[in-house]
């Protein structure tokens, strides 16, 4: 049977770093109590010159030194947010240049609550294993977005991974995908919106333990 899966991946993390403690203080309450409630001491938080694509960039280019593989061999990009710096530009392009990818490959950006970037996994395995593309990329990158004040603000933080997917020197075989989709109103951000809104009882049971 022909291998099929991750031959190679990458990530990145911005350097700064937020304590609960200290956004718990500025809305005068118990840090210690959100801490331990959430799981959650500190969160990563971007640079000004940081946003999803710099992120995107780093996470691939890390992948790309656990290999051999040649930017011009990558077929497809695909890149899943929900903070794409951009509402009509692909994050994608940008990632595709920065790594000397272009011009001759798919590219496009995925939206979708925490799971953009499977999907974009996904896309990768099913072109891969139908013959069109011999190495997919499929990344997954946020910047924090979070009202001032809001439960998000202590966990919604700043990072990415970036997976290349092809069927030479595997390290992670893929045998099979399942998704599970509902129109949920769990989470969610309308244009001209800054902060996403969330809906905190369909979170559990009716959106993620399914």
């Not at 656990?66 to 994050?91: D, F, L, M």
């Not at 595709?96 to 925490?114: H, R």
């Not at 924090?144 to 991974?161: K, T, V």
């Amino acid at each position: 049977m022909e291998e099929l899966g991750i031959v190679s991946y990458g990530a990145h993390i911005p350097r700064y770093r937020i304590k609960a403690e200290v956004i718990a203080k500025v809305w005068g309450k118990d840090g210690d109590a959100i801490s331990r409630g959430l799981g959650i001491f500190e969160k990563s938080v971007p640079s000004v010159d940081q946003d999803t694509a710099t992120i995107a960039v780093e996470a691939i280019r890390h992948a790309l030194k656990r290999c051999t593989i040649n930017p011009q061999e990558i077929g497809a990009i695909y890149v899943g947010s929900e903070s794409h710096p951009y509402a009509v530009k692909p994050t994608g392009t940008i990632v595709g240049e920065a790594i000397g990818a272009t011009p001759d490959l798919m590219v496009a950006d995925y939206e979708f609550a925490c799971k953009a970037g499977t999907a974009a996994i996904q896309t990768c395995f099913g072109f891969v294993k139908a013959g069109m593309i011999k190495y997919g990329v499929a990344i997954g990158a946020d910047t924090s977005q979070a009202a001032p004040g809001d439960a998000l603000e202590y966990s919604a933080s700043a990072g990415g991974a970036a997976f290349i997917i092809g069927k030479t020197n595997v390290i992670a075989t893929i045998n099979h995908t399942l998704s599970y989709t509902t129109d949920t109103p769990d989470f969610w951000r309308r244009a001209e919106m800054k902060y996403p809104s969330h809906g905190g009882r369909f979170t559990g049971e009716p959106a993620y333990f399914k």
